[in-house]
Nanobody, 111 residues
Framework: VQLVESGGGLVQPGGSLRISCAASGFTFSIYFMSWYRQPPGKERELVARISSTGGTTNYADSVKGRFTISRDNAKNTAYLQMNSLKPEDTAVYYC?????WGKGTLVTVSS
């Protein structure tokens, strides 16, 4: 199993960013996928998860209405669209499936 996150970077408060998770080594289309994040000096926390078909999504209260998780099963890729970003969204964002983690992508929200 391999999970490779990409798309992180520096964005100003109020801005948007989309990060991606390219998956391989397993049957992507039958598994829930999740995004977690770990802010500096804090514990890792669940941000969002999506069912195998994309029909069910769940979000942390802190990102509801601002973040959207999606997936493309034909491309074996999951996405996290992040809008109205706040400085407190600064974190390393990780993709997760089963017991596997990607290496993460850093999102920094700062002016």
């Amino acid at each position: 199993v391999q999970l490779v996150e990409s798309g992180g970077g520096l964005v100003q408060p109020g801005g948007s960013l989309r990060i991606s998770c390219a998956a391989s080594g397993f049957t992507f289309s039958i598994y829930f996928m999740s995004w977690y994040r770990q802010p500096p000096g804090k514990e890792r926390e669940l941000v969002a998860r999506i069912s195998s078909t994309g029909g069910t999504t769940n979000y942390a209260d802190s990102v509801k209405g601002r973040f959207t998780i999606s997936r493309d099963n034909a491309k074996n890729t999951a996405y996290l669209q992040m809008n109205s970003l706040k400085p407190e969204d600064t974190a390393v964002y990780y993709c997760h499936v089963m017991n596997y983690w990607g290496k993460g992508t850093l999102v920094t929200v700062s002016s």
